[in-house]
Each structure stands twice: as C-alpha cells, then as structure tokens.
C-alpha cells in the first residue's frame, strides 16, 4: 500500500493503569488495593494526597455534610498576566479540572454523631494557594462556627499565599486569623488539622493557630523552603526538617494521627466540648 492511500489509524484510547506506584518506596500495589488503604502505603506509611471530596467522606458521617458558601470563586482583581498566561484562564481551568470552585471547601456536619463546621483545603486547586475567595470561605466557615456555637475544624494543605492576587492574597492571613481567634471569646474549639504540604503565608496564619494542632504522618510543614533556609543561615538542615515528626518532637504541633484514625480521633477530642 502506498503512503498516500494508507488509512491513518484511530488512536486506541490508553488502558487505566491498574497499578500505583508509591512516591516514597517506589513499592507497586494493585489500584484496588491502594485506594482500600485511603491512598496511604502499606509498607512506608507515605500518605499521599486525597481530594477534599475524599477527606470529607472519610471524616464525616455518610449523608451528614452539607457545603457552605460553594457561590465564593477566586476574583481576578489585578487583571494578572504571567507568561504562562492569564490567571483568569488558570482559574476556569482548575475549576474545570477539580470539579470545586475554590482550593477550599467548607461545610458542616457530624463526625461520628459530633456536629462540626469545617473547612477542607484542596491542593489540586492551584497549589491550595490561599487566595481572596479561598480566605473569604475560611473566615464565612469560622464566621458560621461563632453564630451556631460548633466546634471548627480546618484542614490545611497549601503552598503558601496566591501570588497572582499580589497583597490581596497575603491580606488574607490577618482576616482568617481574626476569623479563627474570634471563636475563643465563646470558648469554640478550634482544630487545625496540617495535611502534606502546608507552607508559606498558610503556616504563618490560621494554620497553626489551633486550639489543638495535628498532622498526618510524614507532612511537610514550613514557611519558607529548605533550601532558601540553608542559603540564608549557611548551615545544613537535618534530613527531617519541616517534617511533621520533627514538629512534633520540637513542641509545635500537638500530635500525628494515622489517616485511618483521624475520624476517632476528631470525634474524641470533640466529645470532650460541652455546648
Ligand atoms: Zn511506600
């Protein structure tokens, strides 16, 4: 057959992937297998990322969550343009990809019959870089808590504050504080609950504000990046710096739960808190 009247061939639409393979051990392990585990890995413990979707079924008991302030949408005040393009079009792109039109989601329910107001950040979405909207569902959520006098829990994973939203974005820090700090004039608890990674501007603001700090094994939490660090202060960092365990070990946070008991776990500290 000539060239020219050869057919192209259709493209075959590539096979699922039935294997995941773990970023820490580099282990293989049946998609099924993985996902039964919650994303986490049966032979290091690495606990990989989940959606904010996933987390609030994992946490929350079934048909109990109602989402809060889901109208709240990032706003594009300084008409920002990089050269990888318009953050408008980033925008409509990352709500396109995650399906959530923040990099948070906020809501309340019950966590094992305990009624709780929360807020789940969602890496997919930009980074879960703390924007104008994302900070705004925060404080509504926090805001929300005040009014109906039920404990708030936050779920951080974030690389830091929204550069596209410049000073409006770090703006945000001292607003979700205010927020969160408010619910201690009615004695509200408020949990902070660091995923892997919480970084910059979100380290530096609500996130370790909590009544009780936690983390899930083996997240990284810091302000700004090892490397930038050794280069300022001239020295080399231990190997488990702005590691959860290290955190923990130096007083900052409070305690590492398993993703598998942090439901338990959440619902204890919880019962301890009389209306
Ligand atoms: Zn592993």
């Not at 032979?43 to 079934?62: A, G, V, W």
């Not at 925060?138 to 410049?166: C, T």
């Not at 408010?182 to 370790?208: C, D, F, H, Q, W």
Request: charge should be neutral.
């Amino acid at each position: 057959m000539s060239w020219f009247t050869k057919t192209i061939e259709e493209k075959k639409p590539q096979k699922k992937a039935l294997w995941v393979q773990c970023k820490k051990c580099s282990s293989h392990l049946w998609e099924k297998e993985w996902k039964d585990n919650l994303n986490v890995c049966p032979h290091c413990n690495y606990h990989d990322s989940i959606t904010s979707r996933q987390r609030i079924d994992l946490i929350f008991d079934k048909g109990s969550f109602t989402e809060l302030f889901d109208n709240i949408s990032p706003v594009d005040s300084l008409n920002f343009v990089d050269l990888k393009g318009s953050y408008k079009d980033k925008i409509e792109a990352n709500i396109r990809k995650s399906g959530i039109s923040e990099a948070v989601v906020t809501g309340h329910g019950r966590i094992n019959g305990i009624e709780a107001v929360t807020a789940v950040m969602d890496f997919r979405f930009l980074g879960g870089s703390l924007g104008s909207g994302t900070g705004e569902k925060i404080l509504q959520a926090a805001n929300f808590a005040y009014e109906q006098g039920i404990p708030y829990i936050v779920f951080s994973a974030s690389g830091g504050a929204r550069m596209q939203e410049g000073v409006l974005s770090l703006m945000q820090m001292a607003k979700t504080c205010a927020g969160v700090a408010r619910l201690n004039k009615k004695n509200i608890p408020y949990i902070s609950v660091l995923l892997n990674p919480t970084t910059g501007g979100v380290t530096a603001s609500y996130a370790m504000m909590g009544d009780l700090n936690i983390s899930e094994p083996g997240a990284v939490i810091g302000f700004a990046g090892r490397r930038v660090i050794e280069q300022t202060i001239g020295e080399k960092l231990p190997d488990d710096f702005q590691t959860a365990e290290y955190l923990l070990e130096h007083g900052f946070i409070d305690a590492i739960v398993q993703r598998k008991d942090m439901k338990d776990y959440l619902a204890n500290v919880l019962s301890y808190y009389n209306r």
